[in-house]
C-alpha cells in the first residue's frame, strides 16, 4: 500500500464512451502526476499539478482532460478515445520543496482497453 | 532531458548480490539520481536516490561515481521478490527551481532472479 489509491483497475471502453480514472492520495503531497504506460514502452509523463494548478501538459491530445478539485484528488477525463490510447495509466504523488529531488508515491495503475 | 542507459536484462541466483548499472553522461550537477523499479501489474516502486555520496537504505545500496556519470545499484542479496524492472532515473528541475517530479523513464533493466 503506497498511498495513492486509483480506480477501477481495470476498465473496458468504447470509441465513443466518456469514462474518468480516479486517484486519490492520503500522503498530504502537494504534487500530483498522471503518467501512462503502452506495451513494451517507457512510461511517459502525461500531466503535472502543483497545488492544484497544472504545471506540465506534455502534449497530451485533448481527448484526455485532468482535473485536480483539490491536492488529494485527481481525475482523468476521457472522451472519443483510440485503441492506441490502450495502456496502463498510473497516477503518482509527491512532497516538493524548491531544489529537492523527492521520491513519487505511484499507484498500481487503471488498465485501460479501447475496443 | 539528461539520459539513462541501462543493459536491457540481467540474472542473479537467489540469496547472492545483484549490481544493477546505470549510465548518465549527460548528468547536470543539480541532476538527482532515482532508481524505481515495477513488479508485474503494479505502478513503478521508490528504491533508493542520491545526489553525490554513496546511499544505503532498508532495501539497497546506491554507489554513485566521483564524477557522478555513472551509478550502481546493489541488491545485496536478491530474493525472487526481487524479479522486477528496474529503472535508473535522473530527476531534473524546472525553470522554477522545483522539479514536480519529472521523470524521464528508459525502458529499464529486467532482473531474473534464479531459485
Known amino acids: 500500500e503506497t498511498g495513492v489509491t486509483q480506480t477501477p483497475r481495470h476498465l473496458v471502453m468504447g470509441m465513443t464512451n466518456k469514462k474518468s480514472l480516479k486517484c486519490e492520495q492520503h500522503?498530504?503531497?502537494?504534487?500530483m502526476y498522471w503518467y501512462k504506460q503502452s506495451a513494451k514502452k517507457p512510461l511517459e509523463l502525461m500531466f503535472v499539478y502543483s497545488l492544484e494548478e497544472r504545471v506540465e501538459n506534455n502534449s497530451v491530445p485533448s481527448r484526455f482532460s485532468p482535473e485536480c478539485p483539490n491536492s488529494s484528488h485527481l481525475f482523468l477525463h476521457l472522451h472519443t478515445l483510440q485503441p492506441e490510447d490502450s495502456a496502463l495509466y498510473l497516477c503518482?504523488?509527491?512532497?516538493?520543496?524548491?531544489?529537492?529531488?523527492?521520491?513519487?508515491?505511484f499507484g498500481s495503475g487503471t488498465q485501460l482497453s479501447v475496443l | 532531458d539528461a539520459k539513462t542507459t541501462q543493459p536491457n536484462s540481467m540474472e542473479s541466483n537467489e540469496e547472492e548480490p545483484v549490481h544493477l548499472p546505470c549510465n548518465h553522461s549527460?548528468?547536470?550537477?543539480?541532476?538527482?539520481i532515482h532508481w524505481y523499479r515495477q513488479l508485474p501489474s503494479q505502478g513503478p516502486e521508490y528504491v533508493i536516490h542520491?545526489?553525490?555520496s554513496n546511499v544505503n537504505n532498508r532495501m539497497a545500496s546506491l554507489a554513485i561515481a566521483e564524477d557522478r556519470k555513472s551509478s550502481t545499484l546493489i541488491l545485496h542479496r536478491a530474493t525472487l521478490r526481487d524479479a522486477a524492472v528496474y529503472y535508473c532515473i535522473l530527476r531534473g528541475h524546472n525553470a522554477g527551481g522545483t522539479s514536480y517530479g519529472k521523470l524521464t523513464f528508459g525502458q529499464g533493466t529486467i532482473l531474473t532472479v534464479h531459485p
Open positions: 500522503l498530504g503531497h502537494n504534487a
Open positions: 503518482a504523488s509527491s512532497q516538493e520543496f524548491p531544489g529537492s529531488g523527492e521520491k513519487l508515491f
Open positions: 542520491g545526489l553525490t
Open positions: 549527460t548528468i547536470s550537477g543539480t541532476d538527482y
